[in-house]
């Protein structure tokens, strides 16, 4: 990657046609995206090296003028290393934000997807279920073990999330945390939500998710049979306990009730039975 990064100092065309100096600017260019930082200096045109990108001359004026040309192209590069050392999303977009210190005003992953499941707490029973809100937490502490493992790191600006980390977060998933397919498609459809409010937002310019396809696989769920279910009513197990959650099980599978809804029924769901002709309804309350 280091080989197509190229820096240049050139001097800039200023709005008043008059004027003596010229500002310096110096030009980032990576993967043929461009980025440019002013210097806040200007230099004499007639005494600008274009090819050496400095001033022409030996007075203490252009030593202490090419001397800080010299620093800030130390400091460029050395946020360049910065980054391919640690692994991260390298752009010229992120090395200027990281040169004129909008990198420290960033908007972090970890805060946004907090806040997004803060949100969605105070939401659970009105419009989400407490499942679906254990499901986004799992899928961000799954973000941050994945940035741990791969970076080094508990957070990352939202701006350097592209494909390649998306791919290498399915990865992780597959790999490291032995998810099935389905799992995995779970957890990052639920990170692209957080990528999407981004976008919805505006904090985010292009979608790392536009060309990252992945999808569900059908499972084939089998069921017991009505002898299986007789055979399972049946059987009297050493344990209460056991013979407990045998009867929740066969009460979820007689009712269809999910298993979460069972685990948080009270008698206040449950109203009086009801007989029609000489069947018997239960009715749950919501």
Known sequence: MSNLFKLHIYLKQPKDPDAVLYPIYIRITMEGKRAEIST???????????????????????????GFLD???????????????????????????????????????VSIFENHNKEM???????????????????LQH?????QWKFGITDIDIKMINHEFLTDFNFYLRSEKKCNNNSTVKYIRNFGKIIRICLSNGWLAKDPFANFKIKVKEVERTFLSEEELQALHDKVFAMDRINQVKDIFLFSCYTGLAYVDTKNLTPTNISPAKKSHDVTVVVFAK
């Open 143 to 147: 973000v941050v073990n994945f940035m």
């Open 71 to 109: 620093r800030l192209v130390a400091k460029i590069y050395a946020y360049q290393n910065e980054l391919l050392q640690n692994n991260l999303p390298l752009s010229a977009e992120v090395i200027k934000n990281m040169f004129t210190g909008k990198a420290d005003k960033s908007r972090m992953l």
């Open 121 to 139: 707490k105070q939401l659970v029973d009105k419009e989400y279920s407490p499942s679906t809100l254990n499901r986004y937490e799992t899928s």
């Open 40 to 66: 806040k200096r200007e230099s004499d045109p007639d005494k600008w090296n274009k090819e050496a990108g400095r001033m022409n001359g030996s007075s203490d004026k252009v030593k202490e003028l090419n």
